[in-house]
């Protein structure tokens, strides 16, 4: 099997149906989640009102739901948001951003996750294991655990809630029931520009638009942002460069880069 | 007439009186929207607080409202806003920002363009065609229709309420009553970052707060996003390099720049 | 004494520590503020709601409250923020934006400098003039003064505050009480750039939460915004440029550019 291929022809796909991916997001990222849709060919939509958010699910490819900057107003948006996508059947991609950080994170996130099993959770490792098992404090939202030290917790994750769960970090792993996949892309640097682990959940719901198995989509995803994380640091003097370099790369990449770069194991 | 020396002169103006122009807009861009107005030479001011509205539309030069991540309170803030506007007698632009792809958004613009008549409206084909006819859906918040197509309605809605209507496309159309303009400038790519049509209509308010006559403001603001859209494209690799090197261009550019590159037409 | 070694030290110590720094900020400016604190090295958390203030005010070593787009809700997490800031003892940094233009601004500015006295307040001249006499009318959130002009109000605050004042410009003073540094670093080019002044409080948060002299702190986080403004500016085409190159130097920040470049007096 040419993994690289495969992904290849979703960001083709995504390329040329433009999904239409809903974020119900946090301030901090909305813009690079918005430009990084963009990037890869797709095509963002931000809404939270309540009065809209379930027509808005309507004319939507996949939503993603992100807790980053909660309040109430936004998870009761929130909850009529992942209904709406239930009762549609599109793809749902939950990021726990901060579970575990704190209560109201780690609650909402629970909640949401009862409400309606998302597609896939995708979330750093230490927020994975918030998830797996509450009461475990984090330290701020920046990963405090290796992305591996999560994986038996999404397992157990997966299996509860019947969805896929990625968990990035050096190594990215993706699990659903007994699958597992993992990316060896990226780079270090990535860690100092705020929102990508955001604009991956992001790029999960466009690949969930137009992939119907979630664990591949998940996974090419996750290969994507990882070759051109690193092939936009080769051309970065800091986080910076590196964040525009990014969006050029989402949107230049080609069959060729990714052939050459990607490091994607399917177990 | 020299087009492009009337455009120059009012680059001018805003460099020298660097008018303040208070923003009630979208979370995703009000970063890239603020850095625009600074970087042709305007003041910018977001406040959308209901206590502090009209006091801060009482030190503005014009008011932009734009209608992309609404909620109730911002809609009360935009009611007194507008008003406020309307009592001190300075430009008011709209920006229909989804309107046809909710209930909310498209009842929003209505009910704001009927209780205060913006001096321009700004928006893509899609959004101005579902302000001119109820009932129109859209497909997101990018147009999918073509400028051109939105031109008798952009006449009619210009007529129904004493406005400049200018629709931004591959060719921006700017109408009011019998007058029509056409500007010819502009790169694809620039639909590939996310809020270039927000910051077209905050740059409609910078021209519209140095020159009173807004049907040659609006065009001439339209004239220079797309000269510094172009300009930077040649400069780009993709939209993340257009979106830094267009903020570049905007605040570099040269009277050589517009004689060169416009192309606009007035009828 | 060699100042630029002392500077240095901070950076360092930020690098090594990576302290969480909890900013309550603005729409405009969270997400380049977030990746001013991660190129710098500390790690930032935004979070706004009044159910989870307090709790993420207790896993961070400083707080940075800034009022520049206000409303009563979060006013309401500003307010039960900075007790639990000064509950644990952690720095807290306050940025007046826009004192002085609305009346809401300047009265939650003095309700919360009089709930908590903060460890630093941080804004430009025009506010802390509004700060030091109500009643100042301020032009938008851009200053109307120059540095020097606020240096006595500065003082007058400091006393009755028991607290440092930061006030930026051309030249950026902090005074404590009797002390008073100077920085002559920057370049005009980055008052074109929004959030600027936002960064600059941020970045005081992170040097405050690693150095308990708050007057050092203060300090030295203005004399690296300065070396990191000026080396980004030489490396730029404008506004757009600088903001990408300001981030990758305050990553590549060397102790030589600091002592070759800081142009620091303390008095």
């Given amino acids: 099997m040419n993994s690289s291929t495969d992904v290849w022809r979703d960001v083709q796909e995504i390329r040329k149906r433009s999904p239409i991916i809903h974020n119900i997001t946090n301030y901090v990222v909305m813009n690079s989640t918005a430009n990084a849709l963009l990037a890869i060919g797709a095509s963002p939509v931000m809404a939270h009102a309540e009065e809209e958010v379930e027509e808005m699910v309507g004319i939507a490819n996949a939503l993603v739901v992100n807790i980053g900057t909660l309040s109430a107003p ?4 929130m909850r009529l948001a992942v209904h709406a996508a239930a009762r549609k059947g ?5 990021d726990p951003v901060g579970a575990g950080a704190t209560r109201l ?13 998302p597609t ?3 979330g750093n490792a230490s927020e994975i294991l918030a998830l797996f098992q509450t009461g475990n404090a984090a330290r701020g939202v920046d990963s405090q655990h290796d992305s591996e030290s999560a994986v038996e917790a999404a397992r157990a994750l997966s299996q509860r809630h019947g969805c896929v769960v990625s968990v990035s970090g050096e ?3 993706i699990v659903q029931g007994g699958r597992t996949a993992k990316i060896h892309n990226g780079h270090a640097m990535m860690t100092r520009v705020t929102g990508l682990g955001c604009t991956a959940s992001a790029l999960t719901g466009a690949f969930c638009a137009i992939n119907p198995d979630a664990f591949e989509a998940a996974t090419h995803a996750m290969g994507v942002m990882g070759v051109a994380g690193e092939m936009a640091e080769t051309l970065s003097f800091g986080p910076g460069s590196l964040q525009v370099q990014f969006l050029d790369q989402l949107h230049q990449l080609r069959e060729f880069d990714l052939a050459e770069r990607l490091r994607m194991e399917k177990a």
């Avoid at 994170?105 to 099993?117: I, K, M, N, S």
């Fill in 120 to 122: 896939v959770i995708r």
């Fill in 105 to 117: 994170r780690t609650d909402t996130a629970h909640e949401l996750l009862h409400l309606v099993p």
């Fill in 90 to 94: 599109i793809p749902l991609v939950l």
């Fill in 74 to 77: 936004w998870i009761a948006s």
């Fill in 171 to 173: 190594t990215d792993f």
